[in-house]
């Protein structure tokens, strides 16, 4: 196989691009490219950059927003005692009245006011701007249960494209559910739609946070789908945005009632934890 690489790179009649030579280097594992620098002097210098890119160092974490109960005041907590940062970390721009539902990528989902129709906007902390979105069309009087997905889509023009999708919450929590109706909102059309969905089967739900019971925690997104945690009905929510359908995961068989539940990304993937109380048990959702 070395033999065959080194004749493929030294043949003048074969000429590979830089970019598929450095794409194909960049998805090999660490120890393949350690054996392959002997291939030729092109492909050390290749390696060399790949690896140096691999590896550079993230940015350090700063801190975390968080919301006070009383008189809804949004702060930020500092991961260090260094406070030197410029960060508004009040987010003062927002005034009060502001809640945090969600957020993605640094960037916060907030509403004014918990009235229908309800009007959300997009904060930027790094950059202390924010943008109002139209008022939503559906009138939800109960709790709501929210997602929220933010990328940049090219960072050279500063561009961002952000979806939210939302959903009431019945008063029955315990009542079996034949339809759904999602409201989502693209910045890609800048227009609020819905769209009413038949289960197959009837479903709970439920996606409340038992530390916060009046409220339901913000969903995990990944390839555009959305997930959502029902500790009360014991099982995942899950909305694909692309396909426009809703089911729900239940919790492991093993999974204890009354422990506490917890729903998060870590890379790609993700990982259901489950704390007993001297230990904590993690799954992985494929």
Not at 35 to 40: M, P
Not at 147 to 163: E, H
Not at 220 to 237: A, H, S
């Amino acid at each position: 196989m070395m033999k065959r690489l080194r004749k493929l790179c030294d043949n003048e009649g074969v000429n590979l691009s830089e970019d598929i030579i450095m794409e194909t280097l960049h998805h090999l594992p660490s120890k393949s490219l350690a054996r392959f620098k002997c291939v030729s002097k092109c492909w050390q210098i290749y390696i060399a950059d790949c690896r140096s890119q691999r590896w550079r160092p993230r940015p350090d974490f700063i801190g975390i927003f968080y919301q006070k109960r009383k008189h809804s005041q949004i702060r930020f907590f500092f991961e260090s005692n260094n406070h030197n940062i410029d960060l508004d970390d009040s987010v003062n721009v927002l005034n009060r009245g502001v809640y945090i539902v969600a957020s993605s990528n640094g960037f916060l989902l907030c509403t004014k006011h918990r009235k229908e129709p309800r009007v959300y906007c997009v904060h930027n902390p790094a950059t202390r701007q924010y943008s109002s979105l139209p008022k939503t069309k559906i009138c939800m009087e109960g709790d709501i249960a929210v997602g929220f997905i933010c990328k940049v889509d090219n960072p050279n023009k500063d561009v961002i494209l952000f979806t939210i999708v939302r959903y009431e919450i019945p008063r029955r929590w315990d009542e079996l559910q034949l339809t759904v109706t999602i409201e989502s909102f693209s910045s890609e059309t800048n227009v609020w739609t819905a769209n009413s969905i038949i289960f197959d089967a009837p479903l709970r739900l439920c996606p409340l946070n038992w530390d916060i019971t009046s409220s339901a925690s913000s969903a995990g997104v990944i390839n555009g789908v959305f997930c959502w945690l029902d500790q009360v009905g014991r099982q995942i929510t899950v909305y694909d945005s692309v396909y426009k359908c809703f089911w729900a995961l239940e919790f492991p068989e093993e999974t204890v009632s009354g422990c506490r539940c917890y729903l998060g990304l870590s890379g790609r993937p993700f990982y259901f934890a489950l704390n007993y109380g001297k230990e904590i048990n993690v799954w992985k959702l494929e």
